[in-house]
């Protein structure tokens, strides 16, 4: 491991430390004022969540444990206000996978994508051998 990736791997931990002690706080509750490192939300762009349940005022740091792999990992308030808020995600849904599982899936998508499209040539292939 170079000293880079153990600063890295110490960084992630702080990080992750940070957002555990985050999770308490309920972004939204009125009477919550938005801790620092937080992100605060556009209401405008969440209009498109039709819910009667009220929405963040903000976003901050949250934990994921990923549903693969089991791995903890901050989901940064940032990505949480650009899935919602950008990428027009419902406000009931949220990261269950880690970076590196969602990569995999999509190099995983990407190869099946691939393989069907030459499908058929590697069947004519097989059948002339
Ligand atoms: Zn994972």
């Given amino acids: 491991?170079?000293?880079?990736?153990?600063?890295?791997?110490?960084l992630t931990q702080q990080q992750l430390i940070r957002a555990k002690s985050l999770a308490g706080i309920d972004p939204t509750?009125?009477?919550v004022s938005p801790p620092a490192g937080s992100v605060l939300a556009n209401p405008d762009e969440l209009?498109?969540?039709?819910?009667?349940?009220?929405?963040p005022r903000f976003y901050v740091d949250r934990v994921?444990?990923?549903?693969?792999?089991g791995t903890e990992?901050?989901?940064?308030?940032?990505?949480?206000?650009?899935?919602?808020?950008v990428a027009k995600g419902n406000i009931n849904t949220q990261a269950v996978q880690c970076r590196s599982c969602r990569a995999a899936e999509r190099q995983r998508k990407d190869d099946a994508r691939a393989s069907a499209g030459n499908n058929?040539?590697?069947?004519?292939?097989?059948?002339?051998?």
Avoid at 1 to 10: A, C, D, G, H
Avoid at 47 to 55: K, Q
Avoid at 74 to 81: L, M, N
């Fill in 1 to 10: 491991m170079t000293s880079f990736e153990v600063k890295q791997l110490r």
């Fill in 29 to 31: 509750d009125p009477a």
């Fill in 47 to 55: 209009s498109h969540n039709n819910t009667y349940g009220r929405l």
């Fill in 64 to 69: 994921v444990v990923c549903r693969n792999c």
């Fill in 73 to 85: 990992e901050v989901w940064p308030a940032e990505r949480q206000k650009w899935w919602y808020e």
């Fill in 120 to 129: 058929s040539s590697a069947i004519r292939q097989s059948d002339e051998t």
